[in-house]
DNA sequence: GTACAATCTCTAGCGGCTAGAGGTTCAAGA
DNA sequence: TCTTGAACCTCTAGCCGCTAGAGATTGTAC
């Protein structure tokens, strides 16, 4: 296989062409060699360092968390557990995100089944935004 | 009731003294009175409007869907239905987002379900990441 | 040789704030 | 009345993770 241009690469691994900039840019990926030209070529290796990142941003992680996971993986002998501890982490941290989220799923639905479909003068969903005391108060929850 | 400075209006609402500054920026909120010395003096309209604005905010309404909220709010006598749809938009956008992140939620439950705690060298949580198919293959999932 | 797609660098923008510098005003206490 | 000093002012820049665009250069297929 030979080198990839950035465009070939981006399609190769769906990661956008700036994208990939940016991420050499931030230090996630290492500076490649160039043509003469100064463009950019890629070897394999730079195609599964893309690859790692792309998975770990599919599944939320940020860029530090990816830094750690990236020079983790260049360890082989060092014991897995800060691994461990960072997809522990994110996973709290989805899961916070998900109880937020289901409350305020709840809430809404609560404005959407009180909404009487009429004028704005005695729409509950705007009655609710203008005074959240009262919404707490009717449904009996704290929000 | 006399008039509130930034601060006071901030602590009354909850609302940090620049967020206030930016949301008049952005024409959330009116420009306000000065006094002689140029300090912002709001009043009772200022702060229910405010408190509309961070009730909104703290159920996940963007500032553009604010916006409108509040230009609706206006209008007592006009059908409440884009009211509605604003809200039944959020919610739509709440609800595919949960959806995301139970899935995210999942994979990275199995990621740590996989994980031997031994070396990175037999680490799951890496080699998913550095190679996803294997991942989507053993679970039978699609990502 | 020529056309033109792809690449290059650089700067700015997105949303929704937040932080800090450096200067001014207000209000309470002496 | 004067003096502190907390609170206010404006302005600019930064956060995250990109994305968009301008304007110039390079690579490649015909």
Redesign the interface.
């Known amino acids: 296989m030979t080198d990839l241009s950035i465009g070939e690469l981006s399609r190769r691994v769906a990661v956008k062409v700036p994208t990939i900039r940016y991420y050499e840019q931030i230090g996630l990926l290492p500076v490649p060699p160039r043509t003469e030209g100064r463009q950019r070529r890629y070897g394999a290796q730079a195609v599964?360092r893309l690859?790692?990142i792309r998975?770990?941003r599919?599944?939320?992680f940020e860029v530090e968390a990816i830094r750690e996971?990236l020079s983790?993986?260049a360890?082989?002998?060092?014991?897995?557990?800060p691994?461990?501890r960072i997809?522990?982490r994110?996973?709290e941290s989805?899961?916070r995100?998900?109880e937020q989220?289901?409350l305020?799923?709840a809430?809404?639905?609560h404005?959407?089944d009180d909404?009487?479909?009429?004028?704005?003068?005695?729409?509950r969903?705007?009655q609710?935004?203008?005074?959240?005391e009262q919404c707490r108060h009717e449904h009996g929850r704290t929000?």
Chains 1, 2 share one sequence.
């Open positions: 599964s690859r790692f998975h770990a599919d599944l939320g996971l983790l993986s360890m082989p002998e060092q014991p897995c557990e691994a461990d997809v522990l994110h996973l989805v899961e995100r998900i989220l289901s305020l799923r809430e809404l639905r404005m959407l909404c009487t479909h009429g004028q704005v003068r005695e729409c969903i705007i609710v935004l203008a005074d959240h929000v």
